[in-house]
């Protein structure tokens, strides 16, 4: 049960991270005019790269972005709460 509760806040956070990532980096590439990455691609790694490392580098920079984004807005709740 532990396990379960880990990867399911795993997956959250790493959703989070993923949405931020793909928001910022489509803004980004937007005004540089530089071509765009697809959501899947911020999720899971580039389609083009076999390396398994940049795939789990994707899914760790996902879920520690996620986690501080969540500790920010939790910061600020509580701040103004």
């Known amino acids: 049960m532990e396990e379960l ?7 959250f956070l790493n959703f989070i991270g993923d949405t931020l ?3 910022y980096g489509s803004v ?13 691609e911020y999720l899971y790694g580039s389609k083009k790269s076999d390396d398994r490392y940049d795939t789990l ?3 760790f920079n996902n ?5 501080l984004f969540c500790g920010f807005v939790l910061s600020i709740l509580i701040k103004f709460s």
């Open 28 to 40: 980004w590439r937007t005004i540089a005019r530089r071509p765009k990455f697809t959501y899947s």
């Open 5 to 11: 509760g880990g990867g399911l806040l795993y997956l």
């Open 57 to 59: 580098a994707h899914g």
């Open 21 to 23: 990532r793909w928001l």
């Open 63 to 67: 879920a520690m972005l996620g986690f």
